[in-house]
């Protein structure tokens, strides 16, 4: 207490200026209008730019949590155009039973990507979800623009996905316009291009046409974009078309991705090997 009293009896001088310099900004504005408005205007100014700063700030901590919501809610509208594709061309087909398999929904395991690499020959993604999250090898993972790649291995907690830009990776996709299908396989270079070939040359194909995948795999459904034709090309033969594809996915900022779980058919999956072990005893 007696270190305070003398603290004050120091700076006496300097408290009785402060008390009136604040008595005098009170009084100058309250009582003039003028002056009133200037100041309400600036500390208006003032304390919106600190709430905008803090608004800020704390949008920048909850843009994880939104990318996830959004993420979710883009698989769940692609779901629903799938299976409204689906409909159609059973209704244009005419088979019903068609409409009825073609409708099965599937699911959908959101993850994060934990670590990448996007300049190597045979890159790699690593992904936050694994084997104790229903995770298994040769499962589809897609994202919110399309096919982002094929589950390599798995442990507990952490799976390793074999992107579309990798050279080992092949995926069986079409022409949206004509259904027309090939192979998509990458090569060594730009992130954002690949290359379709096995397109038939009387095939109608016109830059600007869609690539998604055809289904014929038990990966991936029908229907999942994949990019856009950019360039035409012709196969080293010349009895094909080979196709440059600008990439839906854009992997150099590909944070959030799902993978399809339930989609494999080992129904079909058994019969086919089955055949093919058939036809390898009979040659």
Known sequence: MRNLIDFLQRHSYWLVFLVLEVISLVSLFRFNHYQGSVFFTTANDAVGSIYQATST?????????????????????????????ARQRAEESETEAVADSALLPYNLVGAQIVNATLHRSNNLLTINRGSADGIAPEMGVVCSRGVVGIVYLTSAHYSIVIPLLNTSSKVSCRLDSTNYFGTMQWRYGSPETSYVSGIPRHAKVKVGDIVETNGYSDIFPEGIPVGKVTKIGNSGDGLAYELTVRLFTDFATLRNVSVITDYRQPERHELEQYADSLINQSS
């Not at 994880?64 to 883009?74: D, G, P, S």
Request: aromatic letters at 6%; hydrophobic letters at 45%.
């Open 57 to 85: 700030v704390v949008s920048y901590f909850n843009l994880k949590e939104e990318n996830v919501a959004l993420e979710a809610e883009n698989e769940r509208l692609r779901q629903e155009l799938l299976a409204l594709k």
